[in-house]
């Protein structure tokens, strides 16, 4: 879901203000799986003596991201300018 609203204000020759409110929504559902160290069992080499595994407990999440832009504009000469947002 997006809604989105914009103006333009000049405040000087050559410089402008975009500002903009844009409510976006973005919702992430899920679970996750937690993790665990384990030995796997090999004498000879150290690298395997805390592997990572899971271990069957799901952590649930929910995340909301909401984002709101502004930008601006400086035109320095007739035929180049920054925009920044």
């Known amino acids: 879901m997006a809604l989105y609203a914009s103006d333009e204000w000049q405040i000087a020759p050559g410089f402008r203000i975009d500002g903009g409110a844009r409510f976006e929504q973005v919702i992430a559902r899920g679970a996750q799986e937690n993790s665990r160290s384990i030995n796997l069992g090999n004498p000879l080499t150290l690298a395997d003596d805390r592997a990572l595994t899971s271990n069957g407990v799901f952590v649930p999440y929910s995340r909301t ?12 000469v007739e035929r180049a300018g920054m925009f920044a947002r």
Do not use: A, H, I, Y
């Open 65 to 76: 991201f909401v984002g709101w832009p502004l930008g601006t504009d400086w035109r320095f």
